[in-house]
């Protein structure tokens, strides 16, 4: 929506989704910066696929933050 895009330019953040095909004005956007968006989204799916992170057992950030280096690794070399 152009009202969600325009929030989002004015805290400075530039919007990297398409528009849809329906859409009368074309939207400018990053294909690049989309096709990297996808790769993130499918890591962390990966990473809730360890309950561990999924659930957030530990308490303490550091703790949190070696799990998920741990499962992403884990996930990088399978």
Excluded at 18 to 28: A, E, H, L, M, S
Excluded at 33 to 52: S, T
Excluded at 55 to 71: E, H, M, N
């Amino acid at each position: 929506a152009d009202w969600f895009r325009d929030a989002l330019q004015e805290k400075g953040i530039t919007p990297c989704i398409p528009g849809r095909k329906i859409r009368n004005k074309t939207v400018k956007y990053d294909k690049r910066r989309y096709k990297r968006q996808g790769r993130i989204e499918i890591m962390f799916g990966r990473l809730k696929d360890w309950r561990r992170v999924a659930t957030r057992y530990d308490r303490c950030p550091k703790a949190v933050f070696s799990a998920v280096a741990l499962a992403a690794t884990a996930i990088f070399w399978l």
